[in-house]
């Protein structure tokens, strides 16, 4: 008879470990968070918003767990970057805030790698749209990144300054992920109305970690949340996205910390330091009162 063991390490979210020695699957009991709980928000429906386009069901702990979600593993551990195309000076250098923040966020090696051309993308796989060129998110994340992805990399995402669509009957998109293949595509395209200096880049940051955090969190087999106001909601416009937080709810944050043994007073420290350093105050405020709340 085979002994499953659970090692709980995240106590504000789970019980003490259990042993099971039946047949049954090993239950994971939620507990203890209703701190967090009471600090989610109610996801509104508003008309041409996410939800009033896409009947989605959301996912529970439960779900999540029934899905043997994609960990990292020791040799297997690194969440990589790559940016494709050219990029402005500022352009970059909110790359590489974008992956220190990766890093805090999942608790994760990131490595940026050598940006490459554009080029890689065909000429069948561009179209112009309403005057500016868009290249195919999908070929992307399917026929691009696969072959980038290094030996001990759990996960790669595409960082590009042109826009993006998924399929020819969309408009654009923010960013697209493969669940299966592990790779994602964001666009920073939209995220700026003005060229990028030390004055104004902080928008354009906040959108990037933003859809960056939630594409690879798909990655890690996290689907949208319809539970409240989220990360991980879907969105349509960037209207929608701006009234997002860059910040988890109770039950998404349960999730990515169960995965990946979160160490939560510490992670929430640095998140706040980084969202404040960029004058990122609204997003830092949510932060501190789950982080109040978890003490």
Request: net charge neutral.
């Amino acid at each position: 008879m085979k002994v499953l063991y659970l090692f709980c390490v995240v106590a504000i979210f789970f019980t003490s470990c259990k042993e099971q020695t039946t047949n049954e699957n090993q239950k994971i009991t939620i507990a203890n968070f209703d701190n967090l709980k009471a600090l989610d928000v109610k996801l509104d429906t508003i008309p041409g918003d996410w939800l009033s386009q896409h009947d989605e069901a959301g996912q529970t702990f439960k779900q999540y767990l029934k899905r043997n979600p994609t960990k990292p593993s020791s040799g297997m551990d690194c969440i990589y970057i790559l940016p494709i195309g050219n990029f402005t000076e500022w352009e970059f250098k909110v790359v590489q805030y974008n992956a220190t923040y990766l890093h805090l966020f999942f608790g994760l090696k990131v490595k940026t790698m050598q940006p490459i051309s554009d080029a890689v993308i065909p000429k069948d796989k561009r179209r112009t749209q309403f005057g500016v060129e868009q290249l195919d998110a999908s070929y992307i994340i399917h026929e691009v990144l696969p072959d980038e992805l290094p030996n001990d990399g759990i996960v790669i995402m595409a960082l590009t300054a042109k826009d993006l669509y998924p399929k020819p009957s969309w408009n654009f998109v923010f960013g697209l992920a493969s669940y299966a293949e592990r790779t994602g595509v964001t666009s920073m395209y939209r995220f700026s109305d003005l060229p990028l200096d030390q004055n104004n880049y902080s928008k354009c940051l906040s959108r990037l970690i933003k859809t960056s955090s939630h594409e690879i969190t798909h990655m890690f087999s996290v689907k949208h949340c319809i539970n409240a106001v989220c990360l991980m909601n879907g969105v349509n416009h960037l209207g929608e996205s701006d009234r997002r937080p860059n910040a988890l709810c109770s039950q998404c944050l349960a999730k990515l910390s169960w995965n990946f043994n979160f160490k939560d007073v510490e992670r929430l420290q640095e998140l706040i330091v980084f969202l404040k350093k960029h004058e990122l105050y609204s997003d830092a405020d949510i932060l501190e009162r789950q982080l109040d709340a978890i003490k």
